[in-house]
């Protein structure tokens, strides 16, 4: 690979030997002394062409090695530097050395309508050079103020994002979550799929509950408590909008405060409690009913259909059989007591649909 680099600087070096000969037989056509040799005509004129070329060749191609070392050091001495200027300062020095360029570029068109080129070429690249330091300079030493207005407008932004945010929410009803919701966990996964919009409300009285429930003496009650306090961690964590609300009513039960509480913030309450679920429709509070929802996206099945499944234990009636979908609807066969732990076609005769679930009536296909 050095190779190949060096053979490639040495034919840059046959390029610039070519042109720096080009350059002095024009100064020397200029000044009148290049027809006082006449051997400079035709071939002798290409063969000092090539001999040019040879010698910018050779001479890279000799220097190639302190060449190399040269940008390697001035390489390593402007990465230390850089280094050592905080990226901000890159940043602004960069934008100012563009800006610099560009109002350079324009005022050089007019420069170059000087019909003296000796004049005009030289006041061009000192535009240049005195615009990309003062685009330089300016940005590095104004970056205060630019750094506090670019901050000011992102802030203007992202505060106007947040206002019409909020103005979303407020016309979006909150979900109030009630304990056995936050209990059955399903509302962490709900929550992620993104379908509930608008705020998650945690009334502190169902804070409470759950804590009374976590330090329980019952295992279960215990375990079922602090696995609830564990999703409301996460939902708090993961999603910005779920707020704990310290409203509160004294003397009712914690299923009234609830309608109360979702009548008031004119919210729905999120519940698994069918009974909670059945008042508070009754007192035209919204209601999402988890067990519902999870009904809803269950593969729906028809009276007639076939269905492969096991028979797992027997059902509390003589003869049934008890069998399970994949996404854990109960199955009740009749007749598939004797089929226990054997996989068998069963026909369904009707599906039976409530607020705490659905559940599937079948017979063993003869």
């Known amino acids: 690979m050095n190779r190949v680099i060096r053979l490639l600087v040495a034919t ?19 000044i009148g002394v290049v027809h006082e040799i006449p051997w400079l005509m035709g071939w002798m004129l290409v063969g000092a062409y090539f001999i040019a070329g040879v010698i910018g060749g050779l001479f890279f191609y000799i220097i190639y090695p302190k060449l190399e070392a040269l940008v390697r ?25 563009i800006v610099g360029l560009i109002i350079a570029l324009l005022l050089s068109t007019l420069i170059n309508q ?18 990309a330091y003062l685009g330089v300079d300016v940005a590095l030493k104004r970056k205060g103020e630019l750094g506090s207005m670019t901050e000011a407008v992102a802030a203007k932004q992202s505060g106007e994002r947040k206002q019409k945010a909020s103005r979303q929410d407020r016309n979006v009803p909150p979900k109030i979550l009630d304990t056995s919701a936050i209990i059955d966990g399903r509302i962490y996964d709900v929550a992620k799929t993104g379908i509930i919009d608008g705020r998650i409300v945690i009334p502190e009285f169902v804070l409470g509950e759950l804590r009374h429930i976590a330090d329980s003496s019952d295992s279960l009650r215990r375990q079922k408590g602090r696995r609830g ?19 509160d009513y004294e003397g009712i039960e914690v299923d009234e405060k609830l309608i109360r509480l979702a009548s008031d913030m004119k919210g729905k309450i999120i519940t698994n409690d069918l009974n909670l679920n059945k008042v508070a429709t009754v007192k035209n509070v919204g209601v999402i009913n988890i067990n519902a929802l999870a009904t809803a996206v269950k593969t729906p099945v028809m009276p007639g259909e076939i269905l492969n499944t096991q028979i797992i234990r027997e059902g509390k009636e003589a003869g049934q059989g008890l069998a399970y979908l994949d996404d854990g609807t109960m199955i009740v066969v009749d007749g ?23 559940m599937i009536f079948a017979r063993v296909v003869a």
């Open 336 to 358: 598939g007591s004797k089929r226990i732990g054997q996989t068998v076609d069963v026909s369904i005769t009707s599906v039976l649909q409530t607020g705490a679930g659905r």
């Open 114 to 131: 000087i019909p003296i080129p000796w004049l005009s070429t030289p006041l061009s690249i000192v535009v240049y050079l005195v615009m």
């Open 12 to 30: 840059l070096g046959v390029f610039a030997g070519i042109g720096i000969f080009v350059g002095v037989i024009s100064l020397l056509t200029a």
């Open 229 to 247: 306090l564990d999703i409301l961690s996460q939902l708090q964590q993961e999603f910005p909008n779920v707020v704990v609300s310290d409203k």
């Open 73 to 97: 050091k001035i390489g390593a001495v402007l990465d230390a530097q850089m280094s050592k200027i905080p990226t901000k300062d890159v940043v602004f020095a960069s934008v100012g050395l």
